[in-house]
Nanobody
């Protein structure tokens, strides 16, 4: 059974850093496309970053480019989202997702989802 368990959210001041983790089971993270998505209060969900299986190429939303880094650790079967220089507008529930066939960094392309973790950035 494919499962994703997210952790690492909480409250942080603007300008601070936080790392989100997503432990995977039932599959190997390097074999699946991995996505990070977020939904801010009152807003539509949006893609933050995706890691493509095979070549490990990563893309980022313009709003987080240069501040966030997505990575994976095959030995721990865990994926990470390192978030630096956080801004109040980064406040959202963050989700990790996985799919063996996702061809786009869009939430509807991803079948398996973690439970979400809240990140609150205070000004």
């Amino acid at each position: 059974e494919v499962q994703l368990v997210g952790s690492g959210g909480g409250l942080v001041q603007a300008g601070g850093s936080m790392r989100l983790s997503c432990a995977a089971s039932g599959f190997t993270v390097d074999d699946y496309n991995i996505g990070w998505f977020r939904q801010a209060p009152g807003k539509e969900p949006e893609a933050v970053s995706c890691i493509r299986s095979g070549d490990g190429s990563t893309n980022y939303a313009d709003s987080v480019k240069g501040r966030f880094t997505a990575s994976s650790d095959n030995a721990k079967n865990t994926v990470y989202l390192q978030m630096n220089s956080l801004k109040p507008e980064d406040t959202a529930v963050y989700y990790c997702a996985a799919d063996p066939y996702a061809s786009r960094c869009e939430l509807y392309d991803y079948q398996y989802w973690g439970q979400g973790t809240l990140v609150t950035v205070s000004s």
